[in-house]
């Protein structure tokens, strides 16, 4: 019994591998109208499958604590598992998505089929940042309440709604905004400092049912239910941008 956590951890690690085989399978052709990104460019289906993985991954790492709980099985070695995990399916697995988008974005440039892949490496600057923020994370007690740097899943979710968004949505103004390479470099840079930071963030765990208590996560649960609703997965971004938001505001900042 004390095993099936582990095993339930281990879930979260097969999704994070198969969204990194379906984001490498992703050989595509890229249409130019008046040389301008075609609006109604699909995204490869195997990257769309790729950032599938990756939310299950994100909800399986949600409900692990849980089903430890369940079976009274919380351990060092699940507590280390989880985070080994973590590393290849919001580190590794976002950064080869990553990477893709930046393949797309250099093959609208002339000659951009043969772009060195040194231009490509930055991607996984986000897999080595979240590595270290895991690690991190091991070692510091004081990140039971709050945390200190953007958590890596939330990371992940972000990075995969990308390829959802690319897919689904139909405004050639976002799109185009996504698949673009100075874009992408920001992206990742911003997200690696603030998953590196000592900025405390906001944790989703409930520490009891009072309402003052709860107040910031509810907000936040509310704007989640009100930008799916409307926005469908660029409520990803929407919800992302305003856990930072709420955080930043009724988190206490920590920096050493």
């Given at each position: 019994?004390?095993q099936i956590?582990?095993?339930?951890t281990?879930?979260?690690?097969?999704f994070g591998?198969m969204a990194i085989?379906?984001a490498?399978?992703?050989d595509?052709?890229?249409?130019?109208v008046?040389e301008e990104f075609n609006?109604s460019?699909n995204?490869?289906?195997?990257?769309?499958w790729a950032?599938i993985c990756i939310?299950i991954?994100?909800?399986?790492?949600?409900l692990?604590?849980?089903?430890?709980r369940?079976?009274?099985?919380?351990?060092a070695?699940?507590?280390q598992l989880?985070?080994?995990c973590d590393i290849v399916?919001?580190?590794?697995?976002?950064?080869?998505i990553?990477y893709?988008l930046l393949?797309?974005?250099?093959?609208r440039?002339e000659?951009?089929?043969?772009i060195s892949?040194?231009?490509?490496l930055?991607?996984f600057?986000?897999?080595?940042?979240?590595?270290?923020?895991l690690?991190?994370f091991?070692?510091?007690?004081?990140?039971a309440?709050s945390?200190k740097?953007v958590?890596?899943?939330?990371?992940?979710?972000?990075?995969?709604?990308?390829?959802?968004i690319?897919h689904?949505?139909?405004i050639g103004?976002?799109?185009?905004l996504?698949i673009n390479?100075?874009?992408?470099y920001?992206?990742?840079?911003l997200?690696?400092?603030?998953?590196?930071?000592n900025?405390?963030?906001?944790?989703?765990k409930?520490?009891?049912?009072?309402?003052k208590n709860?107040m910031?996560k509810i907000?936040?649960l509310?704007?989640a239910?009100?930008?799916?609703?409307?926005?469908?997965?660029?409520?990803?971004?929407?919800?992302?941008?305003?856990y930072?938001i709420?955080s930043?505001t009724?988190?206490?900042i920590?920096t050493?």
């Amino acid at each position: 019994m004390k095993q099936i956590p582990n095993i339930f951890t281990l879930f979260n690690l097969l999704f994070g591998c198969m969204a990194i085989v379906f984001a490498l399978q992703t050989d595509a052709v890229i249409i130019y109208v008046n040389e301008e990104f075609n609006t109604s460019f699909n995204i490869p289906e195997k990257l769309t499958w790729a950032a599938i993985c990756i939310i299950i991954a994100a909800t399986i790492d949600f409900l692990d604590g849980f089903v430890a709980r369940f079976f009274n099985a919380t351990s060092a070695l699940g507590k280390q598992l989880d985070s080994l995990c973590d590393i290849v399916s919001f580190g590794v697995a976002p950064g080869v998505i990553i990477y893709q988008l930046l393949r797309f974005s250099f093959a609208r440039e002339e000659n951009g089929l043969t772009i060195s892949f040194l231009w490509l490496l930055p991607a996984f600057i986000l897999a080595c940042a979240a590595a270290y923020r895991l690690g991190k994370f091991n070692l510091d007690e004081s990140q039971a309440i709050s945390f200190k740097g953007v958590p890596v899943p939330a990371v992940g979710l972000l990075i995969a709604s990308f390829p959802l968004i690319l897919h689904f949505n139909t405004i050639g103004s976002i799109n185009n905004l996504l698949i673009n390479k100075w874009f992408l470099y920001g992206t990742v840079l911003l997200l690696s400092w603030l998953m590196v930071s000592n900025i405390r963030m906001m944790s989703l765990k409930f520490p009891d049912f009072t309402l003052k208590n709860n107040m910031p996560k509810i907000i936040l649960l509310v704007i989640a239910i009100i930008a799916s609703a409307f926005l469908h997965w660029v409520a990803i971004p929407i919800i992302f941008l305003s856990y930072i938001i709420i955080s930043l505001t009724t988190v206490k900042i920590k920096t050493e």
